[in-house]
């Protein structure tokens, strides 16, 4: 299978007035062709920053080094003009929050249909037509008339649906999902995991972010946990939540209400200051004197994991 | 939307009525009886004359000054929502009758100024938010620091010196020509814009930060579109607010301005009215001018709610 | 490479130092205050010498009577900035225990600040202030009694405003659970809370009181001839534009000097006080 995304040893810092925030700290990975991978880890672990990183979205004071392969030329080469050639036609954003990621005061219609207009080259009136049959695919109806409307007419699902459509519209290869489940009730996030499934049918790759391990296990088919900027495992979704193999994971699985919430101790790290070595070791129940060094990626049975443990 | 109008409407009419009130009230009260300042300062010209009974009498009933306060107030009251402000104590004519003669120049001054004002913050604000930090962003904002703490008559007095008196290009006062508006105007503008220049590029650099503008920018729409398209539009809904503010500072200013260049306006007016205590002729400025603030404040508020989709369409359905 | 040390000199300079700046020409100030005593006497008149240029003799030239402008500049910054500061003064202190009442208490006091504040904001300061004065009769301290009875409005405003959202917070109950009584609970624990963007709006209420006070100077309603004040000044001056052009120049370039530095501190105090100005470019 092709690799669509393939990141290359990418070190994001944030470099404020006094300190420097190592938000990811040597992260490779890849998404191959029709597959989805899951991004999982808390909040502050550095995995919407990574995410932001692929589309450089983030602001000027950022140190950005290694590489972000996507059909073989380096996103982190590209000019500004390659750049918006990328953004929302081959790789498409869906952001967080989508109550303040749509413009307030331009009708929902008119923003879902922009990719289209720049990317498709179709005048507004056949995109506005496109972004009716869009809402109606999203199950945003009725559609003639939704399409007129501003942001604060609709729900907040409905916001979060017209985000997918416009990540949707143009048919790119991978789109990456920042936070789907963010504040949705546990009773509508039925509705989103439907939302994916229905776009997943169509063969493109998916880069999930989310801290969701349940909607995680949905819809992946590969999981990649991060921890304190770093990748700690990347792992086949069965295997994952059968046994996992990083003792992070492990911690995270139990402390799901389904497994008995059981919290992680200690307390999380700081990304100014992070622990020496293993960055996990503080909280670990397996850590031993060799946690003093930073552990490479070992390989198991097609799965990645960097612990001692597995040498 | 009707309902809210005629509400600030009636609101608007009683601020005004309770200015003329206050107006009123503080002239009243002011030391020395109406009829012997009258007397002293416009018909006879000499603050050391001392009028006979006779004469206060008399005056007091030619001008209909007998009777308290309240009573005059009210006789006023009545008057005025008749549109008769009385007469001028100065010149015998109605005082509505000369206000509205001076109309046309102040209001020809306010446009010209507001235009202008308009046409440096706009741009200035707008370059300023883009190119943050660079140069020009400093340069705007220097020039609002100064533009702000100018003293407008000071300017006024500095610009008839470069230009009328050493260039000699255009006129140092009076009222006729376009020559004679270019002064004032730029006087009055450059006030104005140095407040609603910081307020643009503010307003603009807040909406720059907010998500939408993310999500924008990863819909690989260029910075050009994305400043204009989207972000414009979002930070000029209080920058309108703003220029409805301004226009109060405005009529501050042209009080000042129209003195300063002999420009026959209401402003102008209004200053030689209370030099000579010419009380029908301060109370109707003041009411007018409350009036005109008041108008103005309500047109921007219904713009403001015109122009954000997010009050004119109210909560929306699910 | 010249042009990009320029960029991050100037950079520097306004990020931190717009306070700094605006220091600076305060001690300025304050020191021609201070030293006000050493320069020529600006009452003393000379006939023979007026209307003068600039000179050694005379840095500032000399006016119609043949005194001193640059005395006579030195010597109305006294009193445009004495009488500035009281006028600041008075109205914080009014204006905020007005807010605290109206904010605390509600009900009809309330009811009756709001009413009054509306009022106030209906008609722009200047215009009222000249009615009040020409009521009154012009002069310094009617000046000054007209911008205190304006001022106080900003002050009532801003901390009633803060005074109804710090009310119903936590600490709030917990005092009043511990017996305090009303006043010191208004002044123990609320005041501190709202005094912060009290201090920027002062800071820029001073420099607009200078403007205002010189403003009313200048249409004849200020400070009366012979006291020095700058818009006094300028108004006197006003005739002898074409042959003496330093009567006009030097007073407004005090005036402007002094409005600028309090500007400058309360933008850099608003800054400073306020952590979300923080300068962050996007690309």
């Known amino acids: ?311 | 939307m009707m309902g809210y109008l005629l509400k600030r409407l009636l609101m608007a009419a009683l601020v005004v009525m309770a200015t003329s009130a206050l107006t009123f009230c503080m002239l009243s009260a002011s030391p020395g009886d109406t009829a012997e300042v009258i007397i002293k300062k416009i018909l006879v010209g000499e603050e050391e004359y001392s009028p006979t009974k006779q004469e206060i009498q008399t005056v007091k009933d030619v001008f209909g000054l007998n009777g308290p306060a309240i009573v005059l107030y009210f006789r006023w009251l009545w008057n005025a929502i008749h549109g008769d402000f009385g007469c001028s104590y100065v010149s015998g004519l109605p005082v509505l009758k000369e206000i509205v003669a001076r109309l046309p120049a102040t209001a020809l001054l306010a446009l010209t100024s507001t235009t202008l004002s308009v046409l440096i913050t706009i741009p200035l604000g707008v370059l300023s938010a883009a190119r943050q930090n660079s140069l020009l962003d400093y340069a705007c904002l220097a020039y609002s620091a100064f533009f702000i703490s100018i003293p407008s008559f000071w300017f006024a007095l500095i610009l008839i010196l470069i230009f009328s008196l050493y260039l000699d290009i255009l006129p140092v006062a009076g009222f006729g020509s376009l020559a004679h508006l270019v002064l004032p105007s730029i006087t009055l503008a450059t006030g104005m814009s140095a407040v609603t220049t910081r307020l643009t590029r503010s307003s603009l650099l807040e909406v720059l930060g907010q998500d939408y503008i993310t999500t924008a920018r990863a819909k690989g729409l260029n910075e050009n579109t994305i400043l204009y398209k989207h972000a414009l539009r979002n930070a000029l809904i209080p920058v309108v607010t703003i220029v409805g503010i301004q226009m109060g500072h405005l009529l501050s200013g042209t009080v000042i301005v129209e003195t300063v260049f002999g420009w026959p306006g209401i402003g102008k007016l209004l200053a030689d009215s209370i030099e000579v205590r010419d009380i029908p002729m301060i109370q109707g400025c003041v009411v007018f001018i409350a009036a005109m603030f008041s108008i103005v404040n309500l047109l921007v508020d219904v713009s403001y709610r015109l122009l954000d989709p997010r009050v004119k369409y109210g909560e929306g359905n699910a | 490479m010249v042009r990009a040390m320029l960029n991050v000199g100037i950079s520097f300079y306004f990020r931190h130092n717009s306070i700094i700046s605006g220091l600076f020409i305060l001690a300025f100030l304050i020191a021609m205050v201070v030293l006000s005593p050493l320069t020529a006497d600006p009452t003393k008149i000379d006939l023979h010498n007026n209307l003068h240029p600039p000179s050694l003799e005379h840095p500032f030239g000399t006016d119609n009577l043949g005194r001193d402008v640059f005395a006579r500049v030195v010597n109305a910054a006294k009193i445009d900035l004495a009488i500035s500061l009281v006028i600041v003064g008075l109205s914080a202190i009014i204006g905020i225990a007005i807010g605290l009442i109206s904010g605390y208490y509600g009900g009809l006091i309330d009811k009756i600040t709001i009413c009054l504040i509306d009022i106030f904001l209906a008609l722009p300061e200047l215009i009222l202030a000249l009615v009040i004065v020409g009521a009154l009769g012009p002069g310094l301290f009617n000046s000054a009694l007209a911008l205190v009875a304006l001022g106080w409005v900003r002050y009532a405003r801003i901390v009633r405003g803060s005074v109804l959202s710090v009310k119903e917070r936590q600490f709030v109950e917990v005092a009043k659970a511990a017996g305090i009584n009303d006043l010191g609970l208004i002044i123990r624990h609320i005041l501190p809370n709202v005094i912060s963007p009290v201090i920027t709006i002062a800071m820029l209420h001073l420099g607009h009181s200078v403007l205002s006070l010189a403003s009313l100077g200048f249409l004849g309603l200020g400070a009366q001839p012979p006291t020095p004040e700058w818009g006094t000044m300028l108004n006197e001056g006003r005739v002898y534009l074409r042959e003496a052009w330093w009567l006009s120049v030097f007073p407004g370039l005090a005036i402007m000097l002094t409005v600028l530095s309090f500007t400058l501190l309360g933008d850099g105090l608003k800054d400073a006080l306020n952590p979300k100005s923080r300068r962050i470019a996007y690309g």
Not at chain 1, 144 to 150: D, I, L, P, W
Not at chain 1, 194 to 220: Q, V, W, Y
């Open chain 1, 1 to 311: 299978m092709d690799e669509v995304l393939v990141v290359k040893d990418l070190h994001v810092h944030f470099v404020l007035e006094n300190m420097t925030v190592k938000a990811v700290d040597g992260v490779s990975f890849h998404v191959s062709e029709g597959e989805a991978l899951a991004l999982i880890g808390e909040s502050g672990s550095g995995k919407s920053v990574l995410g932001m990183t692929i589309l450089r979205l983030l602001p000027e004071n950022v140190r950005v080094n290694g590489k972000i392969l996507f059909n073989g030329s380096n996103l982190l080469d590209l000019s500004e003009e390659g750049l918006r050639e990328i953004r929302g036609k081959e790789i498409a954003w869906v952001p967080q929050n989508p109550a303040t990621s749509l413009n307030p005061v331009m009708k929902v219609g008119i923003q879902v249909a922009e990719p289209m207009e720049i990317h498709l080259r179709i005048d507004r009136k056949s995109a506005v037509q496109r972004v009716a049959n869009l809402l109606k695919f999203f199950d945003i109806n009725p559609p003639e008339k939704r399409v007129n409307e501003y942001p604060h007419q609709y729900s907040g699902g409905m916001k979060q649906r017209a985000l997918v459509a416009m990540g949707t519209s143009t048919k790119p290869k991978l789109i990456i999902a920042d936070e789907p489940t963010k504040g949705i009730d546990m009773t509508k996030k039925v509705s989103i995991v439907e939302l994916f499934r229905k776009i997943k049918k169509n063969e493109l790759s998916l880069l999930l972010i989310t801290h969701d391990l349940p909607f995680a296990e949905k819809l992946a088919d590969r999981i990649a946990v991060m921890y304190c900027g770093q990748i700690v495992e990347v792992c086949n979704v069965k295997k994952f939540f059968k046994s996992p193999l990083h003792p992070y994971s492990k911690a995270l699985l139990n402390s799901l209400p389904s497994r008995g919430l059981k919290p992680i101790k200690g307390n999380p790290p700081s990304m100014v200051n992070p622990p020496k070595g293993c960055k996990f070791h503080p909280r670990c129940e397996y850590m031993s004197g060799r946690c003093l060094e930073e552990p490479q990626m070992f390989e198991i049975d097609g799965n990645l994991v960097r612990c001692w443990l597995y040498d």
